[in-house]
C-alpha cells in the first residue's frame, strides 16, 4: 500500500494511530472497518416526515424563539414510504477519507491540518458535497436522501430527537454545554443519543450532506428565498449547534461547493 497523502502538520499520534489503522484494517478502539465500516439496515414503511403545527409550537415554547418563521421549511409533516436501505451507522472519518485520498489522489481536506479536527476517528469535515458524493461512490454508496437520513435519525414515531422527545444536551456533541468536546467527537461518543435504530451522532457533531435539493414539502406554501437555489439540505446540526437546531426536522441548507468545519457525511446503501 502506498503513502497516504496527508499534509506534514499532521500531529504525530494522528500519524501513528492511522499507521495501526492501516495496518490492521480495523482502528485500535475496534469501532470503525477502514474498508467500507459498520451499516445499518433500516427497514422499509412510511414515517412521518417534517413537523407538524404542534411541533413547531412545542419548539418555539422550548426554545424561547421569537418567530415561526424559523421553523416553516419544516411544515407540514407528511408521511413518506422509503425503501430498504442500510446507512453507516457513523459519521466518515478522517482515517477513513484518507484511503478514498490515497487510493484516488483527492487532495486533503484543509482541516487535516488542523490539531483540533485531524484525529482519525473525528469526522471528516471540510469536504464539499461533491467530495462527499465521490466519496460515497468510490465505497460503493451514495449519500442518503433526506428523506433516509430523516427516518434512520428519528425512526417511525415523530420523535424530536433521535433518542427521544426530550431535549437532553448531554446526548450529543453541541455547543456549550460542558461535554468535553469544544470541536467534533470521534463517532460513538454519545451512545444514549442513539436513533431507534442504532445510528449514532445524528444530532450534534456534524452537519451532514444529503443528496436532495433544498426545496419546499408538498403542501409548504410559505415564502423562502433558498428554495431552488441550486442548496443542498443538510441535516443534524453541529458542535457548534444549539439543542434546537440538532433536531432530525430541522432543515439546513449549504451550497454544494461550501467547505465548512462543522459539515461532514454519512454514506448509504440500497439493501
Known amino acids: 500500500m502506498g503513502s497516504v497523502k496527508i499534509p506534514k502538520k499532521i500531529s504525530l499520534e494522528c500519524w501513528l494511530f492511522l499507521a495501526l489503522f492501516l495496518l490492521s484494517g480495523v482502528s485500535s478502539f475496534g469501532m470503525v472497518k477502514a474498508d467500507a465500516g459498520e451499516m445499518i439496515l433500516i427497514p422499509e414503511g412510511p414515517f412521518t416526515m417534517g413537523s407538524s403545527e404542534k411541533d413547531i409550537q412545542w419548539a418555539v415554547k422550548q426554545f424561547r424563539s421569537e418567530s415561526l418563521d424559523w421553523y416553516r421549511d419544516e411544515m407540514p409533516a407528511h408521511s413518506v414510504n422509503v425503501s430498504a436501505f442500510k446507512i453507516d451507522k457513523y459519521e466518515v472519518t478522517m482515517a477513513e477519507y484518507s484511503l478514498f485520498m490515497e487510493a484516488t489522489g483527492k487532495p486533503a481536506p484543509r482541516e487535516f491540518e488542523n490539531p483540533r479536527l485531524n484525529h482519525p476517528r473525528q469526522p471528516v469535515v471540510s469536504v464539499t458535497w461533491n467530495d462527499a458524493k465521490a466519496y460515497c461512490l468510490w465505497a460503493k ?131
Not at 181 to 198: I, L
Open 141 to 271: 454508496k451514495r449519500l442518503p436522501t433526506e428523506a433516509e437520513w430523516e427516518k434512520a435519525a428519528r425512526g417511525t414515531k415523530a420523535r424530536h430527537y433521535p433518542w427521544g422527545n426530550e431535549p437532553d444536551a448531554l446526548n450529543a456533541n453541541i455547543r456549550g454545554k460542558g461535554d468535553d468536546y469544544r470541536n467534533t467527537s470521534p463517532g460513538g461518543k454519545f451512545p444514549e443519543g442513539a436513533s431507534p435504530y442504532g445510528v449514532m451522532d445524528m444530532s450534534g457533531n456534524v452537519w451532514e450532506w444529503t443528496e436532495d435539493l433544498y426545496q419546499p414539502y408538498p403542501g409548504n406554501k410559505y415564502d423562502n428565498d433558498f428554495y431552488d437555489k441550486n442548496f443542498k439540505v443538510i441535516k443534524g446540526g453541529s458542535w457548534n449547534s444549539t439543542l434546537d437546531l440538532v433536531r432530525p426536522a430541522v432543515r439546513g441548507n449549504a451550497l454544494p461547493t461550501q467547505k465548512k468545519n462543522y459539515i461532514g457525511f454519512r454514506c448509504v446503501a440500497t439493501k
